[in-house]
């Protein structure tokens, strides 16, 4: 019998330890009614899953994960998940707020979040916190989308897009932002302050952004790069940005020549419903103007996903921004065919990536060795397989 006790401690303790799954549903049976409650309950390692609803109410905005290494996610991906703010200048709102030093091992993935109005914050706010940020969509809000202090904040596959401030705002950072669509924000794109920090854009679309404060970097706007050293430490790569001679701009750029890292096309994105705003009767008053949402999956020939019929549609043009992204990003859940290299934007990577096109009729055989799938094994495809050689992915 003593021989049992040990081996029976071990399994106690591996019990103990295991993740817990702690549910949130506003509207349903579950462990909690808020979000907030629910981080508060949960430890280190747990997931809080998220319901389909709309959420409102306090518990339900100025959200903070209070330094805890966990998971915040929606069930059904944001759009069916939304956070509203309701904030107004009387009573202001954000939706999350990281300032307890959280790192990568706390994650936020999956959610809508909309009706923020802050004037010294954000939507999603990051003081001296670094979390990851997945499959978001930050729409529709008064004041920044993300800003980033002393952050080095991982955001991926998020859409920033119509919010009466800047889409994304940071200093003293070393952000990347992964495959990310930022469109239509009425005071710019990017804006990073760099100091000591990096900024890296990478498979990002970033377009239709405007700016009434200056007339350089509508798009990407990169100050306190104060010598050419500092001026290196800015990351595009493979992006799509607006074909507008003031839609980039780098500080001393006008000294030194443009650095290396810098690598993006300037063409229409097509997607499928760009977002917009409305002017609400009065177009010479902005203030009161309304965001309509829009659909930034990108248009193929070959087959882009609807999210309103749950199904593949073709289109009569593709975008250039699929199959133009970084070639050492893994292409992921991106479906047959993928062309072999991920999506620019928001989609890229994902099982709603828009499908390859090679001009001629669809291919719909897997064929061995045909890793572009345009129903040939050839040099492009021998090209992508040394490209990726002995590559491991996490």
Request: with cysteine; hydrophobic share 35%; proline share 6%.
């Amino acid at each position: 019998m003593k021989k049992l006790v040990f081996p029976s401690i071990c399994l106690f303790l591996a019990i103990a330890c295991q993740a817990r799954i702690i549910t949130v549903d506003n509207d349903g049976p579950a462990d909690f009614d808020t979000i907030q409650p629910a981080i508060d309950a949960a430890l280190d390692g747990d997931v809080v899953v998220v319901a389909p609803g709309t959420y409102t109410g306090d518990g339900n905005r100025d959200i903070d994960f209070k330094g805890k290494a966990i998971t915040v996610r929606s069930e059904e991906g944001p759009r069916t998940c939304i956070i509203d703010c309701q904030g107004s200048r009387d009573e202001p709102h954000q939706g999350f707020y990281f300032q307890s030093g959280e790192d990568a091992s706390s994650a936020l993935d999956g959610f809508t979040v909309t009706g923020g109005y802050h004037d010294h914050a954000a939507v999603v706010n990051c003081d001296r916190s670094s979390p990851r940020i997945m499959n978001c969509i930050i729409s529709a809000n008064t004041g920044v989308g993300i800003l980033l202090f002393r952050s080095d904040v991982f955001v991926s596959n998020c859409i920033v897009t119509g919010n009466q401030g800047t889409a994304i705002a940071c200093r003293h950072n070393e952000p990347v932002f992964l495959n990310c669509t930022i469109v239509r924000n009425r005071q710019g794109g990017v804006y990073s302050s760099l100091g000591r920090g990096k900024i890296c854009l990478k498979n990002c679309i970033i377009t239709d952004n405007t700016v009434r404060a200056r007339r350089v970097g509508t798009q990407v706007y990169v100050g306190g790069c104060l010598s050419r050293a500092g001026c290196m430490a800015v990351d595009i790569v493979n992006c799509c940005i607006e074909d507008d001679p003031n839609a980039v701009f780098v500080e001393a750029w006008d000294i030194w020549p443009e650095p290396p890292g810098i690598s993006y096309i300037t063409a229409d994105p097509n997607f499928a419903a760009p977002g917009y705003w409305d002017p609400n009767d009065d177009p010479d008053y902005s203030y009161d103007d309304f965001w309509v949402d829009g659909d930034y999956h990108l248009k193929s020939q070959a087959g882009r996903w609807n999210p309103n019929s749950q199904s593949w549609i073709q289109d009569d043009v593709t975008s250039p921004c699929i199959d133009a992204g970084d070639p050492s990003t893994p292409i992921g859940d991106e479906p047959f065919p993928n062309g072999g290299t991920v999506n620019i934007g928001a989609y890229g990577g994902t099982a709603e990536a828009s499908k390859s096109y090679f001009g001629q009729q669809l291919c719909e055989t897997i064929i061995a060795g045909d890793i572009d799938g345009d129903c040939r094994v050839d040099l492009a495809d021998l090209k992508l397989m040394s490209y990726h050689w002995l590559e491991r992915i996490e």
